[in-house]
């Protein structure tokens, strides 16, 4: 079954739509009864934002948690590579343009991390371990003089070091691509949309 195309069209939809439910709307009307309206973005930094750490940490792990679900599921059921990847992205398509809430997700770092985490597992955590470095000096340098959070900075920093890492760690093409797949779509969706928020009001 799992060899039939209609099956992994199937699967690739399913993974779309999963990364459309979009766990920052839920926790928030769940803690708050509302959710966010047009003042930010429902992803972990935005949860954090507007609701503190008590809506941030259960975004987050929802949010990463689906990210590892749809290549776990795909892996188990004997899927291959090519539509693991494929599904893997569109979990992640669906998270920044989730079809559920108006096409208005979040950035999609936490979701990536996910799909990431397990895909190429060695890479990522190289990547994390630098990632946290660079935001940390980033916070002390030239965060001072700058509003960027150290977290986009070393978010930044990070999705271009993991196509290379990738690269060199398991020489597949196609994993490759999928790290530059979660590059363009957090460049252009979610850490540029970041700048825009930087400003909102914060959680008391």
């Known amino acids: 079954m799992v060899e039939n195309i209609y099956f992994k069209m199937f699967y690739i939809i399913a993974g779309y739509l999963l990364g459309s439910v979009v766990f920052g709307y839920i926790v928030a009307i769940i803690i708050k009864k509302k959710g966010f309206g047009l003042v930010d973005r429902p992803g972990t930094a935005g949860?954090?934002?507007?609701?503190?750490?008590?809506?941030?940490?259960?975004?987050?792990?929802?949010d990463c948690g689906k990210g590892v679900l749809v290549p776990l599921i795909g892996k188990i059921i004997g899927l291959d590579i090519i539509t693991i990847v494929i599904a893997s992205l569109a979990v992640l398509v669906g998270h920044n343009w989730p079809v559920f809430f108006r096409f208005r997700g979040g950035g999609g770092v936490a979701t990536a991390m996910g799909v990431a985490g397990y895909l190429v597992t060695i890479p990522f955590f190289i990547t994390l371990a630098a990632s946290f470095i660079i935001g940390l000096i980033y916070k002390y340098t030239l965060g001072k003089k700058h509003k960027v959070n150290k977290i986009v900075a070393g978010s930044i920093f990070g999705i271009c070091l993991l196509p290379i890492l990738t690269y060199f760690f398991h020489k597949s093409l196609l994993l490759f691509l999928?790290?530059?797949?979660?590059?363009?779509i957090i460049a252009i969706k979610g850490l540029l949309l970041h700048f825009l928020y930087r400003n909102v009001p914060t959680a008391n």
């Open 178 to 184: 999928l790290t530059i797949g979660i590059f363009i």
């Open 47 to 62: 949860a954090a934002r507007q609701y503190g750490l008590k809506a941030a940490i259960p975004t987050f792990l929802f």
